[in-house]
């Protein structure tokens, strides 16, 4: 299923200082009025479709707005019931204001599907019961997803007593506003909420192309032994403080819970930089922290993350770097200063990718489109061969990328570029819920970083 979003969702509903049951009377006609107009007269109403409920709780205008947009965007491909709440000091008691949008998608091989979203404008008093306020608006026999837009209320009630309806709760660790003191509670939730609860960070899921570029350096069978050979890990994160090591931390924490390393203590020094130390099998693995100065980046991503070490006497060194600004010298090397707006090699090699896909498009089609152009019979007069040029394919999309250095042994080094999605929230949650909350990986990585955390 797929659509073109609109600019805005249509108002069905909108009601003042009401209670939960108008809500719900407004709810079943509009989605009885859609039913019966998409049947007609000649066949019965279709069920309604929805895959899931997705309650989105935003702190502020702007995270209402966030909020809202990513779950059209969410809606537009997979049918769900959204309800987004916003705390609003000026209400009292259990009336709120409420307002009910929505979109109808019509894919090409089913029938329509109208994608409500519910918002509600709730007091003070009303946040600490969130689980009464939106049981009456669930779907039975589907999941039910918490995601909660800006930093949680650990430890409030508000948060407590919403946690026991859902099926996994969703953060995003990258805007906590205490990150140290969120990031600490976030590990707790999972020991303290109910068994079957799952737990999801967008965090986690923007760190995917990281441990995918480093797992892939171990996947052959004779770099296997290299996994207990590690003996430095480096990484480099922008920003100052130490709320700003979490995604280091949590990048750190999953090497550590996969090969079984003990924190044993950390040391501090100036300007950020902080050393962490590991005992793995009677070694000492060392992890430094250094913040750097990246200004194209947010405060707490990464840098570049470095893993070096010795197995059956080679040594092996892996470095991935985000966005390497690095310019050619005279000599055959690099320079290491980047000024801004410098072309890099990796940003030009996948401009080059894209030229040379563009030259076989032009190949394949060249007799079609110059026909159209000119109007001339095809194969007279055209260009023998389409010119396209690499730095015209040079956008902004080929910047973000991942540059991956291998060195082993003494052979020469191997290089490997990748482009890095673009980090949109909406497809950063979709990812978390279609492929599951219950992340062992997940958790065992939060706590392990939890304790890098602590331990700084």
């Known amino acids: 299923m797929s659509a073109i979003l609109k600019s805005d969702s249509q108002v069905l509903w909108h009601g003042e200082a009401v209670?939960?049951?108008?809500?719900?009377?407004?709810?079943?006609?509009?989605?009885?009025?859609?039913?019966?107009?998409?049947?007609?007269?000649?066949?019965?109403?279709?069920?309604?479709?929805?895959?899931?409920?997705?309650?989105?709780v935003a702190g502020t205008e702007q995270e209402e707005r966030r909020a809202k947009r990513t779950c059209r965007i969410i809606n537009a491909g997979h049918p769900a019931q959204a309800i987004v709440i916003r705390k609003d000091g000026a209400l009292h008691g259990n009336h709120m204001d409420a307002w009910i949008t929505a979109d109808v998608q019509r894919p090409a091989m089913s029938c329509a599907v109208e994608c409500e979203i519910v918002t509600l404008h709730i007091g003070v008093a009303a946040s600490d019961h969130l689980a009464a306020l939106v049981d009456p608006l669930l779907v039975s026999g589907v999941p039910t997803y918490l995601w909660w837009v800006g930093a949680p209320p650990f430890g409030e009630r508000e948060m407590d007593e919403a946690l026991p309806i859902c099926d996994a709760f969703v953060v995003d660790s990258?805007?906590?506003?205490?990150?140290?003191?969120?990031?600490?509670?976030?590990?707790?939730?999972?020991?303290?909420?109910?068994?079957?609860?799952?737990?999801?960070?967008?965090?986690?899921?923007?760190?995917?192309?990281w441990r995918e570029a480093i797992a892939q350096f171990f996947t052959p069978m004779d770099r296997r032994d290299f996994l207990t050979g590690l003996s430095e890990?480096?990484?480099?994160?922008?920003?100052?403080?130490?709320?700003?090591?979490?995604?280091?931390a949590l990048l750190t924490g999953w090497i550590a819970s996969a090969l079984g390393w003990k924190l044993k203590r950390a040391a501090a020094g100036a300007g950020g930089v902080v050393v962490v130390y590991y005992e793995s099998a009677g070694r000492t693995v060392e992890v430094n922290f250094r913040s750097v100065t990246k200004a194209h980046l947010a405060a707490g991503e990464l840098s570049a993350v470095r893993i070096a070490g010795s197995s059956h006497g080679a040594t092996f060194r892996i470095s991935v770097q985000r966005d390497p600004d690095r310019l050619r010298s005279s000599s055959n090397g690099y320079r290491v200063l980047h000024p801004t707006g410098g072309e890099d090699d990796a940003g030009l090699e996948l401009a080059e990718r894209r030229a040379e896909w563009h030259r076989d498009v032009l190949r394949e089609s060249l007799d079609a489109l110059h026909h159209t152009a000119t109007g001339e019979p095809p194969g007279e007069s055209r260009p023998k061969h389409p010119v396209v040029f690499s730095r015209e394919r040079r956008g902004l999309d080929t910047a973000q990328v991942l540059l991956t250095m291998i060195e082993i042994g003494e052979g020469a080094p191997l290089r490997h570029v990748q482009q890095v999605e673009p980090e949109d929230e909406a497809a950063l949650l979709l990812d978390l819920l279609s492929s599951g909350t219950r992340d062992g990986v997940f958790t065992r990585s939060l706590v392990a970083a939890s304790d890098v955390m602590h331990t700084l």
Not at 38 to 51: I, L, Q
Not at 179 to 187: T, V
């Open 233 to 248: 890990v480096g990484v480099d994160y922008a920003g100052e403080g130490r709320g700003n090591r979490i995604t280091g």
């Open 19 to 56: 209670n939960m049951s108008k809500v719900l009377d407004a709810l079943g006609g509009i989605r009885a009025k859609f039913a019966l107009e998409e049947a007609g007269d000649d066949e019965h109403a279709h069920p309604r479709n929805c895959v899931m409920t997705l309650i989105a």
């Open 174 to 209: 990258a805007r906590f506003a205490e990150p140290y003191k969120s990031f600490r509670a976030l590990s707790k939730v999972i020991t303290s909420a109910h068994i079957k609860l799952g737990l999801g960070d967008l965090q986690w899921a923007r760190l995917r192309p």
